[in-house]
Nanobody, 122 residues
């Protein structure tokens, strides 16, 4: 099982930017990896996913055009560049080592990291 560590969260004003990092203890071997977020009292929802070997990317409609997911294969690291942040982006952000893209939903079936808090003030 892959061990994951997220970092890069913090407090930022609306309109600001943050870059999150997710580092794996070993190489990613699944088709896709990605980022999820969970606000208090809400379910954990997918934010973005990326194919580890291919070029596929996926973004939730709420972040499309503002967030960019990327990877560094040599460093076993996935990044999430977040621009034009809004208060509704406030959540704990988690990465997952095995993201399954199904017809009706996107699931995180691999290992979870401990999460990193992102707080956007208005």
């Amino acid at each position: 099982q892959v061990q994951l560590v997220e970092s890069g969260g913090g407090l930022v004003q609306a309109g600001g930017s943050l870059r999150l990092s997710c580092v794996a203890s070993g190489t990613f071997t699944s088709y896709a990896v990605g980022w999820f977020r969970q606000a208090p009292g809400k379910e954990r929802d997918v934010v973005a996913a990326i194919a580890w070997s291919g070029d596929m990317t996926y973004y939730a409609d709420s972040v499309k055009g503002r967030f960019t997911i990327s990877k560094d294969i040599a460093k076993n690291t996935v990044y999430l560049q977040m621009n034009s942040l809004k208060p509704e982006d406030t959540a704990v952000y988690y990465c997952n080592s095995d993201v399954e893209l199904l017809e009706s939903q996107v699931l995180g079936l691999g290992s979870w990291g401990q999460g990193t808090q992102v707080t956007v003030s208005s």
